[in-house]
């Protein structure tokens, strides 16, 4: 619990240090930066509460497989 307000607080001093400079930057930065923000957040909360994150690796090594079994198969 104590793990979920320290990222909880973290969001909110983030927040709280980039407002004067959101303030002068366009909708569509401030939509990005909000974006951003509540990926990481939801990121942060899930490790906190000891959740299953995926491993963008994991999803990098599904996606190269076939090309790399087709490597292999021509150098045996």
Do not use: C, H, Q
């Amino acid at each position: 619990m104590l793990a979920v307000l320290g990222v909880l607080a973290a969001g909110v001093a983030i927040v709280w240090l980039e407002l004067p400079k959101l303030r002068k930057l366009g909708t569509r930065e401030k939509a990005a930066f909000y974006a951003f923000l509540a990926f990481s957040l939801g990121l942060g909360l899930a490790k906190s509460l000891r959740l299953p994150v995926p491993n963008p690796l994991d999803w990098i090594a599904y996606a190269y497989k076939p090309f790399s079994d087709f490597l292999f198969g021509l150098l045996k």
